[in-house]
Nanobody, 119 residues
Framework: QVQLAESGGGLAQAGGSLSLSCTVSGGPFSIMGWFRQAPGKEREFVAAMARLSSTDYGDSVKGRFTISRDNANTLYLQMNNLNPEDTAVYYC????????????????WGQGTQVTVSS
């Protein structure tokens, strides 16, 4: 059974940093990524990475967040220069073939981890 499990969320001050991890059991998958969802908003693409290292970032996080992965089973998201607009539940996701920014294209999801940034 495939499972994705996020960890590392929490509380940070504006300008601070947090890092997230996602461990995949039953993988590896060619594409892994991060999405986020704030209360009352749609799920938003954050970043994704293919196994051969190509990456894509959402416009709102480009230059502040960095996605990485180890050889197979763990995905990371380093978040720097956080601001209150980054407050959301962050989800890890996995899919095959190509990177997509559309949540509907991703078939596997973790339970999410809360990130809260105070001003």
């Amino acid at each position: 059974q495939v499972q994705l499990a996020e960890s590392g969320g929490g509380l940070a001050q504006a300008g601070g940093s947090l890092s997230l991890s996602c461990t995949v059991s039953g993988g590896p998958f060619s594409i892994m990524g991060w999405f986020r969802q704030a209360p009352g908003k749609e799920r938003e693409f954050v970043a994704a990475m293919a196994r051969l290292s190509s990456t894509d970032y959402g416009d709102s996080v480009k230059g502040r967040f960095t996605i990485s992965r180890d050889n197979a089973n763990t995905l990371y998201l380093q978040m720097n220069n956080l601001n209150p607009e980054d407050t959301a539940v962050y989800y890890c996701a996995a899919k095959a073939k190509t990177i997509s920014r559309r949540p509907a294209d991703w078939g596997l999801w973790g339970q999410g981890t809360q990130v809260t940034v105070s001003s």
